[in-house]
């Protein structure tokens, strides 16, 4: 790649800025259809506005050190796992109906056996199945376009999907505390929210600088 192209597909694009990303949550839980709930429509419409911040965890290599293996006194790290970071955390501002908070407890709820997280009919707390409870939470970022609208790659809203995240198996771990303060007159009500899953892949919709075809 010449050095005047490089130049040009770097100021087209410009830097990434961590402003515009979208959050689905999955319509129902469970593997196979095992589940009976699942995340409104209307939960992932309110997230794309009042997801405050999301971090996508690390991945990496876990490594074992071995000695000598072709020189002596040399130690090479061999790779031996890949290691999906955990959890994967947003915050969230929540509304006055309480939405999201609600629809997080819900889900969080349906770990445990006809309601019983909730203590409102027993108290003795009994799991549900794996299956029943876990799905599939998608996170996309958004850029501005290089050029037209009509290039590939660019989603209903204008903007380009460069990339994008699926999370095996999730399901909500944590339901951070709600922090109410009458002194708060003019601060939103937010909350964390942290997920475990089993892992995750990378959607890569675009392979390179100067190769604007959708992957």
């Not at 990496?60 to 006194?73: F, T």
């Not at 951070?176 to 009458?182: I, N, Y």
Request: glycine content about 10%; aromatic content about 12%.
């Amino acid at each position: 790649m010449g050095t005047a192209n490089l130049a040009q597909a770097l100021l087209n694009r410009g830097v990434s800025r961590p402003t515009l990303y979208s959050v689905k949550m999955p319509s129902r839980w469970g593997n196979g259809g095992a589940g009976t709930g699942g995340v409104d429509n209307t939960i992932n419409e309110y997230l794309d506005l009042f997801c405050k911040n999301i971090r996508v965890p690390e991945g990496r290599l876990d490594v074992v050190q071995a000695n000598g293996q072709e020189h002596m006194g040399v130690t090479r790290e061999t790779p031996q796992n890949f290691i999906y970071g955990k959890p994967l955390s947003m915050t969230v501002i929540e509304n006055s109906d309480f939405t999201i908070y609600k629809a997080m407890r819900d889900w969080i709820e349906a770990t445990g056996v006809e309601g019983v997280i909730n203590q409102s009919r027993q108290r003795t707390i009994r799991m549900s199945y794996y299956d029943t409870f876990t799905g599939d939470i998608e996170l996309y970022k958004y850029e501005n376009p290089n050029g037209s609208i009509n290039d590939a790659g660019i989603n209903n809203f204008g903007y380009k999907q460069p990339i994008g995240w699926r999370f095996y198996r999730a399901y909500p771990i944590s339901i951070g505390a709600l922090d109410l303060s009458s002194e708060a007159t003019d601060t939103p009500l937010t909350f964390d929210i942290d997920f475990t899953y089993e892992s995750y892949s990378v959607i890569k919709f675009k392979r390179g600088l100067l190769d604007d075809v959708a992957g």
